[in-house]
């Protein structure tokens, strides 16, 4: 079991599978708010889900309508458990705080570190990003 420290932005605890890309996500264009599937062409995780998972990327990207992407995704059941982030930007901080997902960013570590597939638990009090299997 590996623990990593970081900087806790929202709390609480989300705990899934990890799906990871050294690129942004733009929830507002790039991520279908109904499935949670990301959508935008070209992206290295076009065709993957978001949903239920521990979401693993440098920043967010595009405009501030993420934030309510974000929202809509969690009432629908389809955001994921919890974001891990090299820097955190507004617009996915806001989108945190309102669908109350957990978000760290700044780990101590490189964020390669970190493999889709990996079982991860984020703690944003703590600012911990754990991993369990």
């Not at 079991?1 to 050294?22: D, P, Q, R, S, Y």
């Not at 889900?49 to 009432?75: E, N, T």
Request: aromatic content about 4%; hydrophobic content about 45%.
């Amino acid at each position: 079991m590996m623990v990593f420290k970081g900087v806790g932005l929202t709390a609480g605890i989300g705990e899934g599978e990890a799906l990871v890309t050294a690129e942004g996500i733009a929830f507002n264009l790039g991520v279908d708010e109904m499935t949670g599937t990301i959508i935008e062409s070209g992206h290295p995780l076009a065709g993957e889900s978001v949903a239920g998972r521990v979401a693993v990327f440098r920043s967010g990207k595009g405009s501030s309508a993420g934030s309510f992407s974000l929202l809509q995704m969690a009432a629908r059941g389809v955001a994921p458990v919890a974001i891990v982030n090299i820097q955190a930007d507004a617009v996915v901080t806001a989108g945190c705080v309102l669908a109350d997902i957990p978000l760290v960013h700044r780990l101590e570590v490189p964020l390669g570190k970190l493999r889709t597939g990996d079982r991860l638990r984020v703690d944003g009090v703590r600012g911990t990003v754990e991993i369990l299997e």
